[in-house]
């Protein structure tokens, strides 16, 4: 199993520009997470998702969007970047409903110029 | 609503020491817990978790964590700590019917040689 892949590792965008992080799993987990890290932080819930087709919004989802074709994959969009959607994000996913853990994926390193 | 609390952003410690890393959580229902860690430029890594039980829980690396429900914390623990324990530290919190977890801001451990 590869896990959690995330791609790009890292990228640089300009302020207006748009982009869609990539998320996969191949563990055939329902839940995944989309969640940014700060510095002094921790980590920031932006979006998540239960299963195919279903999505919701965590604590910080102005400036994203989501979507979940399929149970592997979950991207999460950028419209309009600006300088405050430069962070790390994280991908995340569980198994289902019940005490499970969350694996998460490498991350992406975004800046915002 | 939920939330958890880590008091300490540093915490340092000579290699063969103890260490410990606080953790507090506030839930209205009961908790799910866990610790992950976090080494430079990767994502978090699941380290143990309480679900219910015997108190102590024991994971992975030599870590161990004891709940205490009186005083709504989840420490982390380790009896002799070694230099490749050196990483970022969170606390996560669930309560039992919700599908998001919660994050500490995280704590800094060094262990020097």
Known sequence: NAGVTQTPKFRILKIGQSM???CAQDMNHNYMYWYRQDPGMGLKLIYYSVGAGITDKGEVPNGYNVSRSTTEDFPL????AAPSQTSVYFCASRLTSG???QYFGPGTRLTVT | AQSVA???DQVNVAEGNPLTVKCTYSVSGNPYLFWYVQY???GLQFLLKYITGDNLVKGSYGFE???NKSQTSFHLKKPSALVSDSALYFCAVREVRDYKLSFGAGTTVTVRA
Do not use: S
């Open chain 1, 20 to 22: 869609t992080l990539q």
């Open chain 2, 40 to 42: 430079p430029n990767r």
């Open chain 2, 6 to 8: 880590q008091p300490e």
């Open chain 1, 99 to 101: 005490a499970y853990e």
């Open chain 1, 77 to 80: 969009r950028l419209e309009l």
């Open chain 2, 65 to 67: 964590a004891e709940f």
